[in-house]
């Protein structure tokens, strides 16, 4: 395993159009974090799983956006009705996660989402 | 409420000499830092890590300093490689009821020039 993976790495779609983006995690890792970039910003936190829940949400995910982990290895992030607002590169990234510490976050390539 | 800032939105250094970038924070929870280094079409790639109870961690040519009551980092690169232009992020992490959530700054361009 030589690391996150994201796929697609670019996706143009139209507004209104279903997306969905795939995470494959570093293997032992039990953590898995969505952000999304804009240009001139840091990533920006969506959500995160560790195993297959969902402990947290960022406001930021409206109810367009899910998420899932099934059986807490690969993830999957789904946008319903597209936006043109929604248009940035959206990261993933796996953290392993031991007492008391948060661990690093390794980060894939990220999928760039272009709505037109 | 941008709780961690890079001020510098860029930064040219001369090759072989010292990069210095800067990060500040407001929250004084944070208790774990970490730099980024991001090149175009990429996704990060972590640099260096600094625990809050720790005022200085080395890895090589990347040295973090821990100012805790400035609430200020920073990451010394020395020298410097055209290599490592690139934009860099600092985060700093809080642990609420369990849960571990990184903040990102805004990113410093830093420039190597050969």
């Known amino acids: 395993d030589t690391g996150v993976s994201q796929d697609p790495r670019h996706k143009i779609t139209k507004r209104g159009q279903n997306v969905t983006f795939r995470c494959d995690p570093i293997s032992e890792h039990n953590r898995l974090y969505w952000y999304r970039q804009t240009l001139g910003q840091g990533p920006e936190f969506l959500t995160y799983?560790?195993?297959?829940?969902?402990?947290?949400k960022s406001r930021l995910l409206s109810d367009r956006f899910s998420a899932e982990r099934p059986k807490g290895s690969f993830s999957t992030l789904e946008i319903q009705r597209t936006e043109q607002g929604d248009s940035a590169m959206y990261l993933c990234?796996?953290?392993?996660?031991?007492?008391?510490?948060?661990?690093?976050?390794?980060f894939g390539p990220g999928t760039r989402l272009t709505v037109l | 409420d941008q709780q961690v800032k890079q001020n510098s939105p860029s930064l040219s250094v001369q090759e072989g000499r010292i990069s210095i970038l800067n990060c500040d924070y407001t929250n004084s929870m944070f208790d774990y830092f970490l730099w980024y280094k991001k090149y175009p079409a990429e996704g990060p790639t972590f640099l260096i890590s600094?625990?809050?109870?720790?005022d200085k961690n080395e890895d090589g040519r990347f040295t973090v300093f821990l100012n805790k009551s400035a609430k200020h980092l920073s990451l010394h690169i020395v020298p410097s490689q055209p290599g490592d232009s690139a934009v860099y992020f600092c985060a700093a992490s809080v642990e609420d009821s369990g849960t571990y959530k990184y903040i990102f700054g805004t990113g410093t361009r830093l420039k190597v020039l050969a």
């Open positions: 600094i625990s809050s109870i720790k």
């Open positions: 990234a796996s953290s392993l996660l031991t007492s008391g510490a948060p661990g690093t976050q390794y």
């Open positions: 799983f560790q195993n297959e829940a969902q402990l947290e």
